[in-house]
């Protein structure tokens, strides 16, 4: 039996926001009215067709960054930073999904699960960043090449933008609605 090294890994940081409570009053009812509304449409370029997004529209229902995840932020990077982070909301419901995407250029990406039955609804699944690699030895060595992160309602993560990810098709009777973002970093302050 040999010994391994796991070098390189991908970290995804889970985050508890206690005040969960207080961003569904004040965005929830707006963003689902704005679904069954469909105010928003989906982006150019997106494969499907079946997400309520406000990824690329001026006029976003989440006002400037959230403190919370700015603090999030800053305890991940450990030195004064300078940055944009941009916010946008994201609701499914019945069959609707995601494709893989990734949020690159941007440096960090976040996904805040504001209303998330963990009975009901399913999480976002990351891709190994290196599969295409790994898939040369795939008959050799038995690795994983997604991983599904366990949260709930509540919870915020934050994840390189570099990694491929997608939103599972799921029957869904109610909504499952997150807040995204992407985190741009213009440099580092001493």
Known sequence: MSNYIDIFPTRVHKFKISNN?????????????????KEFDVPNGWVTKQISTSYSSKNSIIEGTPQEYTDAIDSLMGFPWSGKVFCWHNVVKDGEYQETHHHSPALLSGIHFLKFDKEEHEPPVFYDP????????????????????DV????????PSYLEHHVPRGTYKDYRVTISFNFVLDLCLK
């Open 21 to 37: 409570k207080e961003f569904q009053e004040r965005y929830l009812d707006r963003i689902i009215s704005s679904y069954e509304n």
């Open 152 to 159: 709930e309602e509540g919870d915020l993560i934050i994840f």
């Open 130 to 149: 290196a599969k295409l690699a790994k898939a040369v030895h795939s008959q050799s060595f038995n690795y994983d090449e997604t991983f599904t992160p």
